[in-house]
C-alpha cells in the first residue's frame, strides 16, 4: 500500500511539472505574439521542442520506476536463492547402493505447525515390490507422509528407514535418486512430449521413451498426433488434457526406473475414461516395484496389497480391500459413500 500511496503522487507530480513548461510557453508565448516580439510560427516551435525535449525525460522517469520495481525483485530471487535449507546431509551421510524398496515408519511424529500435529505415532512397514495405498479423508496427512519419504521435511520424533537405513543418515541426492513421485499438479514445461518424459532421464534412447510411455497408457495418443514425440505441450501442459498430462508424469516417472514409485492422488481431476487409463497403468506396475498410491478416489487402490487408512493423525485401520470391507469402520464408509 506505501509503494501505491507513493507511485500516487510520483507520477501525477512527474506529468504535471512537464505539463507546466508547456503552459509557460503557452502563457508567456501569447503575450509576447501580442506585442509583436515573436511570430505565432515561433511560438508553435518552441512547443514542439519542447515536445521533444519531454519525451526521454518521460522515458527516463518510466525506466527509472521498472528499475527500481525490478531492483526490488531481484532482492527477493537473491534472498531466496541465498537461503539455507533446513534439510541437509550430514557430514558422514552415506550413499546408497541400488535400493531394494523396503520402506519403515517407527512412531512418527510430525507437525507443521508445533501447536497442530500432522501426524502422531505412525508405524507401519512396507516390503519391496508391495502396492500399498493410503487414503482417508482431506488433510489428515496422506501427502505429508510422501513429503517425510522424500526428505522433504524430517519428523519430530520417530524414525523412517530405508531398506534399513535412516533416512537423516543418507545422502539427501541419493536418497531421491531411489524415488519418483508423480504430484497431484503435474508440472510440464513448454517443449515437446519427448522433453517432457526425457526430464527425468536425460540421456534416454527413442526407444525408452516409448516404452515407458507405452507402460503409462499414452502412447497410442502420442503416436496419434502428427508431430508425434516432437509435439509440444505448451505451457504446464495447457494442450493436454488432464488425463493426458497424469499419464505422461507417469511415463516421466517410469523412464527413470526407480525401486520407489509414489503417486500423489493421480487421478484426482481426470474423468472417467481417463481414470481408468491410469488405473491400467497402475495395475501393471503393481509387484515391479515399490509402489505407493495416495488417493480420494478408492477405484484405484481396491487391488493394493495393503490400504493404510489414516483419520485425525492416525492409522485407524489397515488391511486389502476385503479386509477393511468386513470390518466396516471407516474405509467401508468412504466407499459406500464413493457408491451412493
Not at 119 to 136: H, N, Q
Request: glycine share 8%; hydrophobic share 45%; charged share 20%.
Amino acid at each position: 500500500m506505501k509503494v501505491v500511496w507513493l507511485g500516487g503522487i510520483y507520477h501525477p507530480t512527474v506529468e504535471a511539472v512537464l505539463s507546466l513548461g508547456t503552459v509557460v510557453v503557452v502563457g508567456f508565448g501569447g503575450i509576447m505574439a501580442l506585442e509583436g516580439i515573436l511570430s505565432v510560427g515561433d511560438i508553435v516551435r518552441f512547443l514542439l521542442y519542447l515536445t521533444l525535449f519531454y519525451a526521454p525525460i518521460a522515458t527516463l522517469v518510466t525506466s527509472v520506476d521498472s528499475l527500481l520495481q525490478a531492483v526490488a525483485g531481484a532482492e527477493r530471487v537473491f534472498d531466496l536463492l541465498d537461503a539455507e535449507p533446513e534439510i541437509k546431509d550430514k557430514p558422514a551421510a552415506l550413499r546408497l547402493p541400488a535400493a531394494k524398496g523396503h520402506l519403515v515408519f517407527e512412531n512418527v511424529t510430525f507437525s507443521y505447525d508445533k501447536a497442530s500435529p500432522v501426524l502422531e505415532d505412525i508405524s507401519f512397514a512396507i516390503s519391496p515390490g508391495e502396492m500399498v495405498a493410503f487414503v482417508g479423508p482431506t488433510g489428515v496427512g496422506k501427502t505429508t507422509i510422501a513429503s517425510l519419504i522424500t526428505r522433504f521435511y524430517d519428523p519430530d520424533s520417530g524414525r523412517i528407514k530405508f531398506d534399513g537405513v535412516d533416512l537423516r543418515d543418507i545422502e539427501l541426492a541419493s536418497l531421491r535418486s531411489q524415488m519418483s513421485v508423480v504430484p497431484q499438479e503435474v508440472f510440464l514445461f513448454n517443449g515437446t512430449i519427448a522433453e517432457n518424459i526425457a526430464y527425468g532421464k536425460p540421456d534416454a534412447t527413442p526407444e525408452e521413451l516409448i516404452q515407458a510411455a507405452k507402460k503409462a497408457y499414452i502412447h497410442d495418443f502420442i503416436a496419434s498426433l502428427p508431430q508425434g514425440y516432437a509435439s509440444l505441450v505448451g505451457e504446464r501442459g495447457i494442450l493436454l488434457s488432464g488425463g493426458q498430462k497424469q499419464r505422461l508424469a507417469i511415463a516421466r516417472a517410469l523412464l527413470r526406473n526407480t525401486p520407489l514409485l509414489i503417486l500423489d492422488e493421480a487421478t484426482a481431476s481426470v474423468d472417467m475414461e481417463a481414470e481408468k487409463q491410469i488405473q491400467k497403468a497402475i495395475q501393471q506396475l503393481a509387484g515391479t516395484r515399490t509402489l505407493l498410491v495416495i488417493a480420494h478416489r478408492l477405484s484405484t487402490v481396491r487391488r493394493a496389497d495393503k490400504i493404510i487408512v489414516l483419520d485425525d493423525t492416525n492409522i485407524v485401520e489397515q488391511g486389502s480391500h476385503e479386509e477393511l470391507l468386513a470390518k466396516a469402520g471407516l474405509y467401508a464408509r468412504l466407499c459406500a459413500s464413493q457408491i451412493a
